[in-house]
């Protein structure tokens, strides 16, 4: 008996030394301050101690303070995105704390698809750019309004159609053959690139662009070439939002700066060179009278309008997000235009240690559209150039003109064939999120997620027309095909955070991902079309004897992507942060041997400004002053062909029988391009925060490079996709932010953005120093895709010889194409953007430029129509300078097409541009107005868009991705439209 009771008390007094020993606890709820919403994973911790804990999913927290601590300890609330509290205990058992936005913070915080950091602990290169920026301008593609608003991205459209996707390349070009096109992630779900004209720019609030190694390996094979993260708009809590923006405008095509002749003109030319036509006097004289503008035959006003409907709101539990849009946009060339539908519905809620949402968007699109950056006479746009000034589209009978070259009556094609493509889209995805009650900062997750796209052509081509005839010879056709598209995400995750007191910060995240794309298309072609009928029910039923027998075909592609990888981040005294990721990615598109890949980044950023040296200049220079520095890898597996390692056959015919040729030699050595960065840089803000600068250096080299390598012709086979060599990017990023001055008042404030990048090709396999591919050359030593050409030197005075530089740069009348030399790049080595807002009283005016510089274009637009072998049709105003006499100074020969010989640099131009990109006028009525009609905003404004070019290049538009204008360019819309935006 005396033994349990000995026992009982020691137990008792166990208990009392432990109760002793934990102190008391502290409890509590933080919320944010303007919706009275609970905010989970907000830090609290003891003011100068280790102790500390992290908030639960609706913004509780219950805090064990040890018995050394007094009463008079100060607790520390911190969050991302808001400003850091700090309150004194004073005795009490519940401290709650409602916490609020802090905008120089706010402005930092950057979403990398995986998680969301402030800026302040970044330590890869991340540029965000506001969709409220680009989200009204009234282009169908919102890639294209990019353009210069972020350092280290250059955005190229070679387009106009309504719709047409931008070539986006991040930091240049790190393949040759493979994909440069960045990775989209819109809420976590791999989206396609060139099917942003079915998605309403006005539903997303940040565009975030992830550059270098540090930002981008997370994301492994997919990030070789940068990645753009897109974030939907979410609810917040409070009453419903109700908005509505509406826009009204017009388009007109630029003017044009290849010249052609006018009808005086080119008879004059005609005669001097034989008459070809052999024209009378009489016809003569009835032909100068006509002197038709082609320009303004194809060309017309083009008008838009766009309406966007949103709702948003909820509770403290749930929030959501509504939107609907219609989008009408008329193209500057007859017969063209889109028109879009557009629905999304985001919603997000939490219960106990739950949250979970949907993120969705579903779009429906009709593109019409006509051939472009060809050369083909059937196409309308090069019509423009080659029809002869003295033709009419139209008879005296208003029937189509036959064109007396011979050449189509490039309206009638236009008018009476129609390319029709109608796109259905869907993008969405689902996630839940468990905050592990019994280990405090452990957070489990999973998103799972589609993008899906499905593209009807319906393409009529009349029989009455030169493609429908003459072309075929089959009295017309119709082409239906269906293409579907289907590629899903799924990301699964475990996330631990956990604070050492307030000097260490340490948060580990591992994660699986899968990605798998699945692609099939099918299309028949039918002959022999009749009747009033423009669909199937006109095609001539196909026999062998007709010949009309339709043309069918169909194909599919599959390929999947499985992930494993970390991100590690740990921050020391909320001055020094590192960062650490490691990722293992297996493709399908290689091998067996050669499908799995490892990949990882280290990065450091230190904040300067914080140190105890820096005191002196904190207020007066460097407000804010980071230095940052990290170095990783990512792959490519992005060929153009999901089986280029692999043996590849297709079904051939022959005498009748059907069989199986080889198309496609297997290469099991085929692997990853892999793409190394080093990046370093600062980051600044000066004048009280007004004036922020950041500046950045990096070096980037693309091993295993995927080139064709040339084979000997006994193989039957030119060439064979294999890593072949090394590619390497450097260059500089500066960009500069802030308001010049800022009253009361008035705002003026101003944006720039530069960037310097060096392309080169380090290395090719074995003993090879360079491969040719038609007016390229890839070589060691020099940028990609150089230009190969034999230098022209002009005409000879005396006798009109073309003539040409030897490759020691000796004038010559001989052409040599041994004489070829390297003469530029198409790729920009310099390029970026900058622009001006003023702001007073509810006006506002803003201005945005941007530029490139420094690359070359081959202008095969400008060779068809100074070739004087198309004497038959129009030719540009240059031909009438070419050389008649001795003496005659001029680039132009003497008119004897035996000369003519386009593989020169006579047709090589400057790409440099300067851009007024947009210009945007706007007024916000004054609150105590708008709240009177019970709305709680009214902001009218006008933009245009694209209304200045200042270039010497010879054409529509010298924005040219591709580095070859071909032919037949639809140029850039210049538009000018208004708008009303309401909020209720």
Not at 253 to 261: F, G, K, Q
Not at 452 to 470: A, K, L, R
Request: proline letters at 3%; a negative charge; glycine letters at 10%.
């Amino acid at each position: 008996m005396r033994r349990h009771l000995l026992l009982n008390f020691v137990l008792v007094l166990c208990l009392v030394f432990q109760a002793m020993g934990q102190g008391r606890t502290v409890s509590g709820k933080v919320t944010e301050k303007a919706t009275g919403q609970g905010l989970p994973g907000v830090s609290v911790a003891v003011k100068g101690t280790t102790t500390g804990t992290n908030t639960d999913i609706d913004g509780s927290y219950t805090l064990s303070l040890p018995a050394n601590v007094t009463d008079n300890v100060t607790l520390v609330f911190r969050f991302v995105g808001m400003a850091t509290q700090e309150v004194a205990l004073a005795g009490r058992s519940s401290v709650n704390v409602a916490l609020a936005p802090d905008s120089k913070q706010l402005s930092e915080v950057v979403v990398t698809g995986y998680s969301t950091q402030n800026k302040r602990e970044v330590s890869g290169s991340i540029a965000t750019v506001k969709a409220e920026e680009v989200s009204q301008a009234p282009l169908a593609s919102f890639d294209q309004s990019l353009q210069g608003k972020a350092p280290g991205i250059l955005i190229q459209a070679q387009s106009g159609q309504p719709g047409a996707a931008a070539a986006v390349v991040i930091r240049g070009k790190g393949s040759v053959v493979g994909n440069n096109d960045p990775l989209y992630i819109l809420d976590g779900v791999q989206i396609s690139a060139g099917d942003f004209a079915t998605l309403n720019p006005a539903d997303f609030e940040t565009f975030n662009v992830l550059k270098d190694a540090a930002a981008t390996s997370i994301y492994g094979s997919r990030g070789a070439n940068g990645v753009i993260v897109i974030t939907s708009k979410k609810g917040t809590a409070g009453k419903t939002r109700i908005n509505y923006n509406a826009q009204y405008g017009y388009s007109n095509a630029p003017s044009n700066r290849l010249e052609v002749m006018d009808s005086n003109q080119k008879l004059d030319y005609e005669l001097a060179n034989g008459n070809p036509y052999e024209w009378t006097d009489e016809d003569l004289t009835r032909l100068r009278a006509i002197n038709t503008d082609w320009e303004d035959v194809f060309f017309r006003t083009g008008k838009t309008a766009n309406h966007t409907l949103s709702a948003s709101g909820g509770s403290e539990k749930t929030t959501y997000f509504v939107s609907g849009s219609i989008f009408d946009q008329t193209g500057t060339v007859e017969n063209t235009g889109l028109k879009r539908y557009t629905g999304r519905a985001n919603v997000g809620s939490s219960a106990g240690n739950f949250t979970f949402g949907l993120n969705s968007t579903f779009g429906y699109s009709e593109f019409t559209n006509t051939s472009e950056n060809n050369s083909g006479i059937a196409s309308p746009l090069n019509a423009i150039r080659w029809t002869n000034p003295y033709e009419t589209p139209y008879d005296e009978d208003g029937n189509y003109t036959e064109i007396v070259s011979g050449q189509p009556n490039a309206l009638q094609e236009l008018l009476e064939n129609r390319y029709l493509r109608q796109q259905i889209k869907g993008v969405g995805s689902i996630y839940v999120a468990y905050a592990v009650p019994f280990v405090k900062g452990l957070t489990l997750k999973t998103n799972w997620g589609g993008d899906f796209t499905g593209n009807e052509t319906n393409n009529y081509i009349d029989p009455t027309t030169y493609t429908g005839s003459f072309a075929t010879g089959r009295s017309g056709s119709l082409t239906r095909g269906y293409g579907r598209f289907f590629r899903y995400t799924g990301t699964t995750s475990a996330s631990y955070t956990k604070e050492f007191g307030t000097d260490h910060r340490l948060t580990v995240a591992l994660f699986n991902e899968i990605v798998k794309t699945k692609g099939n298309n099918f299309s028949f072609t039918g002959y022999g079309l009749g009747g009033a009928f423009d669909n199937e029910s006109g095609i001539t039923p196909g026999t062998t004897d007709n010949g009309f027998i339709p043309a069918v075909n169909g194909n599919g592609r599959i390929n999947a992507l499985l992930s494993y990888f970390t991100d590690v981040q740990y921050g020391f005294k909320d001055r020094y942060f590192l960062s650490l990721g490691a990722r293992r990615d297996g493709s399908s598109r290689f091998g067996a041997d050669r499908r799995f890949a490892n990949f990882g980044s280290v990065g450091f950023s230190w904040i300067v400004s914080d140190e105890s040296f820096m005191e002196g200049l904190r207020d007066v220079v460097f407000n804010d002053l980071k230095f940052k520095v990290s170095y990783g890898s990512a792959g490519n597996q992005a060929l153009a062909d999901d089986f280029a390692s692999r043996e590849l056959f297709s079904r051939a015919v022959y005498n009748g029988v059907s069989g199986l040729t080889q198309t496609q030699l297997a290469n099991d050595l085929l692997q990853w391009e892999r793409r190394t960065t080093f990046n370093t840089g600062i980051e600044m803000a000066t004048l009280q925060g007004r004036l922020k600068a950041t500046a950045e250096f990096y070096n980037s080299l693309t091993s295993d490079l995927f080139l064709d390598r040339q084979l000997s012709r006994t193989s039957g086979y030119s060439s064979i996709n294999s890593n072949v060599g090394e590619l390497r990017n450097r260059g500089v990023e500066v960009s500069l932010d802030g308001d010049i001055v800022k009253t009361g008042d008035f705002t003026w404030s101003a944006n720039a953005s530069v960037t310097y990048n060096k392309n080169e090709i380090t290395k090719l396999v074995g003993d090879q120093q360079e491969i040719e591919n038609g007016i390229y050359i890839n070589r060691v030593g020099e940028t990609m895709n150089s230009i190969y050409l034999v230098r022209y030197a002009g005409v000879n005075p005396d006798n009109g010889d073309p003539q040409f530089y030897t490759k020691d740069g000796e004038i010559t009348n001989v052409y040599d194409p041994n004489d070829r030399v390297i003469v530029g790049s198409t790729e920009a080595p310099f390029f970026g953007g900058f622009g001006t807002a003023l702001n007073f009283k509810g006006f506002e005016v803003s201005t945005f430029f941007s530029f490139v510089k420094g690359n070359e274009i081959y202008n095969n637009d400008r060779s068809n129509i100074e070739n004087p072998q198309y004497l038959y049709d129009n030719l540009a105003t240059t031909m009438l300078t070419e050389w008649r006499k001795p003496g005659d100074i001029t680039q132009i020969p003497r008119p004897d097409a035996a000369w003519y010989n386009d593989n020169t640099t006579r047709m090589v131009e400057s790409g440099d541009f300067l851009r007024l990109r947009n210009i945007n006028i706007s007024y916000t009525l004054p609150q105590t107005l708008v709240s009177r009609l019970n709305l709680s905003s009214i902001k009218l404004y006008a933009q245009g868009q694209n209304l200045k070019t200042w270039t010497d290049f010879a054409g529509f538009d010298p924005e040219i991705s591709t580095g070859v204008l071909t032919g037949a360019q639809y140029p850039a819309l210049r538009t000018v439209t208004f708008g009303l935006n309401v909020g209720f």
